[in-house]
């Protein structure tokens, strides 16, 4: 009888010591969020719409020779603002379909803010390495932005009207060159 309450209790703390390291790695691993999957071959993040436009916030970030910029700094422009880090698969993987994307739709002007904490020393290399020079990218190293939006998870992506009004956001990846996906870009963008 012993020998079997040894056995359980052993069981047991062995258990919980598991368990504690698996609450431990969810809650200290980066949080990335991935997009949901469509038909194969059609995968684009889901895009939710505001049920009323929001401001944009105030934030200061900047440009990647470290002049401050806000959001209200692009007002009438009509804007597609992505938060993302070069560590974050999902995120490096949809760069080259928002490369497209401004290629494909006029009058959108996309802001590429990356989110990592050591700037310009990480993301310069970053877009040599990926051909990224055509791409608006901007650092907020603090994650002012990602902070003041109450992010969950990268890549997130948000639709900001010329009066800067956040429209919607996509949270996770994104194949933003996809026909179902630049449509609803132009839509917005038209009305």
Partial sequence: MKLALRAVTSLLVLFLAVLGVL???????PSVV?????????TIGKFTPLPQPLPA???TF???SGKDVTLADFHGKFLLVNLWATWCAPCVAEMPSLLKLQGKVGGLTILAVSEDRRGA?????FIAKHGLDGLAIYLDPKN???NALHVDGL???????????????????????AGDMVKLVEGYLGS
């Fill in 34 to 42: 991935i997009a949901s999957e469509g038909p194969p071959g059609d």
């Fill in 62 to 64: 900047t440009d990647r």
């Fill in 57 to 59: 916030p105030g934030v």
């Fill in 155 to 177: 890549p997130t992506s948000y639709l900001v009207d010329r009066d800067g009004r956040i429209l919607g956001k996509v949270e996770g990846a994104a194949l933003w060159d």
């Fill in 121 to 125: 020393e990480l993301v310069d290399p």
């Fill in 144 to 146: 002012g932005l990602t």
């Fill in 23 to 29: 609450i431990y790695r969810l809650e200290t691993e």
